[in-house]
């Protein structure tokens, strides 16, 4: 029997920067099937994580909720969402048909055992015993740098033995027995190039002699309209501060994981293509958040800002899905919006209360855009894009930033002099809020908590470099 629908491959990477691509115009980055995928494909360049860090926004990637409405917007390990199995992807998609396989991270908001649905899961776990038989060591990465820092450093394990490598092994031999008389969603799960920043041969040493960009540090980032918030965090992921050929090989190693992880996708391509599948197939790759890689001072997730909240998105249809090749598409689309596309494509049920759109008719043309605003939220920090501008709120002091989002994606130049439109894009963030029933709006204004601020000293001696 032959099945009647396309197969799904889905990609996703951690801490994947969005202008970290060559197709999207990168510098110097190599990433030759990326750039395929999205020269068959769509790009979509305004693609943001509605939490952006790790947990929150892979259970929206699951759920199809952004985080803040399910109730948990930042890391919160022990944190288990209320919400029946039924309704997660891998049910839905497994109810329409599919053959549902994970292979790699999960990390969602669940218990560490939950499937979400799916009928097939080689997780962390599974690699840490592979590895463990290999190394004795459990996992195969362990170097001395933590799991947040930005160091870069040659990594001792060979590349067989990657997280990387594995997971794309376990996918193509995935191809090999699945279940020919049923379509398949394949989800790819690597780890990279989320810290440790250690990379092996010839990866470490790839960029060693490009022209790797400096970082962007604009000066309002020292001034006092920085809000605390963006000042804790600067602190906090950054607090002993790299000389600059350091920051330089770090920005190198990060681009060099990037590469590492494009090559392996090749070789999951080149299985979808002997087994006569890469035609029938939609091939969507995505991170769940990016990385500030130095840029504004600043280093790791967890920030609004555009290294850290833009992703990656490449959509790429089967070949006799008709449309434009090599599009680049503007509109704005969040995270969320994939659950609604997987079950769109799949013929599968979507439920009614997810916050996600289906981006099919973008890719079709024959819509302009699927959202006119998106609303973000990690802690007490809150983005509130509207296509046109770019507006952060931080509760913590009650302060606030404004980008002009077409033309200012570096984020050089906050508009907050513009007392008018300032006040104009405050109030429809205010009316989104209310709307929702957020609760950092009271009596029409929005709720600054007043926080007491730590020193720089004080912050310093926070750990999230991932030692315990």
């Not at 497994?94 to 055992?113: F, L, M, S």
């Not at 029409?444 to 999230?464: C, I, K, M, S, Y």
Request: overall charge negative; aromatic content about 10%.
């Amino acid at each position: 029997m032959q099945q009647s629908k396309p197969n799904i491959v889905f990609i996703t990477s951690d801490q994947h920067r969005g202008d970290t691509l060559g197709c999207a115009g990168h510098p110097c980055v190599r990433t030759p099937h990326l750039d395929k995928l999205a020269m068959s494909g769509v790009r979509f360049d305004r693609a943001y994580a509605d939490c952006p860090v790790c947990i929150p926004q892979r259970t929206t990637i699951v759920t199809g909720i952004q985080s803040h409405r399910y109730g948990m917007p930042e890391y919160a390990q022990q944190y288990r969402i209320d919400r029946p199995r039924e309704l997660f992807l891998g049910s839905l998609l497994t109810r329409a048909g599919y053959q549902t396989q994970i292979v790699g991270k999960t990390h969602w908001h669940t218990e560490p055992t939950f499937r979400g649905g799916f009928e097939g899961v080689e997780g962390e776990a599974e690699f840490n015993d592979w590895a463990r038989a290999r190394t004795g060591i459990g996992r195969a990465d362990r170097s001395g740098i933590g799991m947040n820092e930005p160091f870069p450093d040659w990594s001792h394990v060979p590349q067989e033995w990657t997280m990387t490598n594995w997971v794309m092994d376990r996918s193509i031999r995935f191809l090999e027995y699945r279940d020919r008389t049923q379509p398949f969603f394949l989800w790819a799960s690597v780890i990279d190039p989320h810290p440790p920043n250690t990379v092996h041969e010839p990866y470490y040493s790839m960029y060693d002699h490009e022209d790797v960009p400096e970082p962007n540090v604009p000066e309002w980032i020292h001034e006092e309209l920085c809000p605390y918030g963006l000042r804790r965090h600067r602190e906090v992921w950054n607090s002993v501060r790299m000389k600059s050929k350091a920051l330089r090989k770090a920005r190198g190693v990060y681009y060099g994981m990037v590469t590492h992880i494009d090559h392996q996708i090749g070789r999951l391509l080149g299985k979808l293509r002997s087994e006569g599948q890469l035609d029938n197939t939609w091939i969507v790759y995505a991170s769940d958040h990016g990385e500030m890689l130095g840029d504004l001072d600043d280093s790791g997730k967890s920030t609004f800002m555009e290294p850290s909240a833009n992703v990656p998105l490449i959509i790429c249809p089967p070949r006799d899905f008709s449309l434009g090749l090599g599009e680049t598409c503007e509109a704005l689309v969040g995270l969320d919006d994939l659950f609604a596309t997987f079950c769109s494509i799949a013929g599968a049920e979507t439920p009614a209360d997810i916050t996600g759109r289906d981006l099919l008719p973008l890719i079709r043309g024959e819509a302009g855009e699927v959202r006119h605003e998106l609303h973000g939220q990690i802690g007490h920090s809150h983005m509130f894009h509207t296509g046109g501008y770019k507006y952060l709120y931080f509760a913590e002091d009650g302060k606030e930033l404004l980008f002009d989002a077409v033309h200012d994606r570096l984020e050089q130049h906050p508009l907050n002099g513009n007392l008018e439109l300032l006040a104009s894009v405050r109030e429809r963030f205010l009316a989104h809020l209310q709307e929702e029933g957020n609760e950092y709006v009271a009596d029409g204004r929005l709720v600054n908590l007043n926080v007491a601020q730590q020193t720089d000293r004080e912050l310093r001696r926070t750990n999230v470099y991932g030692w315990h």
